[in-house]
């Protein structure tokens, strides 16, 4: 039950929002039992696909804990996928919108929006802290826009920095995806109006990690 995704059902759950912000306002021993635990997740997993692999976890949740898996996982590697914050703002709270209503409350009522305003803002600061902490070859800054439009370029980049060579299956995967018939979609402004946020304060709240090339107001 130690998953940041059930303030959906759970908004007031006060120990739920703190799994959001757990590098800074978990104690230390919890935060040793639950990474303890996580490991052991992890040793069962790799148990069963083999001892040999790498694990890549895509879990946006990660950015809170950050520090908390570096310091359990000190070989680990993080590639930190950058996203002007408005566009991870909107993201954010239509991915939880609809769950928010079904559980009877909305994502863009008080103070659920302003707590999940300050998570996300928290992310960024947390992220920034660990990564100023690491080695140069312990992590890589990929724009996603960058990942989206020359993927093969960004990918072999990851690889380059870790001191991987791109595996042939991943070499083909990536070919598939660039050949595949996908849609053009023009850049557009995150629209935070319908949920009670105001673009401009949004962007003054976080301006460190906004990417202006990417949106405009």
Known sequence: LC???LIVPFPAADWIWRMGTFDRDLDDDEQQRLMCWYERCLQKHLYVHGTDKTLLSKNASFAGMAGSL???FPSARLVICERDALHVVESQFKSLADGCRFFGHLADAEPFRGRLVECLAFYYENLERVRAALPDDQYIEVPLWN???D??????DIHEQFGRELAAATDEAIAAYENRPAPRREGRSPDLVPFGLDAKEIAGRFSPWRHNEEVRL
């Open 3 to 5: 998953s940041f995704v």
């Open 70 to 72: 570096v310091g359990q």
């Open 147 to 149: 990942l989206s439009r």
């Open 151 to 156: 993927t093969r370029a960004v990918i072999s």
